[in-house]
């Protein structure tokens, strides 16, 4: 079973997200935003894709990487990847919104510049900190 989580970037006045199946627990879907999607122009490529089976370091697409036949450290889209229809991301005008049509456990919203976290209605900052808490708990 997956720890499923929603990727949300704000564009503009808008708010696109998306769904990501696999490990969306801090310690790896949290860590990975912070590290390798930690601005807008690289935020913006990650959900521009839609849905996720996997977050990846890389969102790019190598020759002979699929769903079937993944490259490690990469994004795998159920789109691009696996050719799936109906997995774009949801835009929304407002993160109320996007909260309102998912039931995930982990929330990650870029705004401003920075990675926020909503986990069972609360939001915080996305920080090191907070990803090596969850990893004493």
Not at 15 to 39: A, P, Q, R, T, V
Not at 92 to 119: H, P, S, T
Request: charged share 30%; hydrophobic share 30%; proline share 1%.
């Amino acid at each position: 079973m997956g720890t499923n989580s929603s990727i949300t970037v704000k564009i503009g006045k808008k708010y696109h997200s998306i769904y990501c199946h696999w490990d969306g627990y801090l310690s790896h879907n949290g860590e990975k935003l912070l590290k390798y999607y930690n601005s807008q122009e690289r935020a913006e490529s990650l959900v521009e894709l839609g849905d996720l089976s996997l977050l990846g370091n890389f969102n790019t697409k190598l020759n002979g990487h699929s769903f079937d036949t993944p490259v490690e450290d990469y994004c795998i889209y159920y789109g691009r990847d696996r050719g799936e229809t109906n997995v774009d991301p949801i835009v929304a005008d407002n993160f109320d919104v996007i909260m309102d049509k998912n039931e995930r456990e982990y929330n990650y919203l870029f705004d401003d510049g920075y990675w926020y976290v909503d986990i069972k209605g609360d939001l915080s900052l996305l920080t090191r900190d907070l990803i090596e808490s969850e990893k004493h708990v």
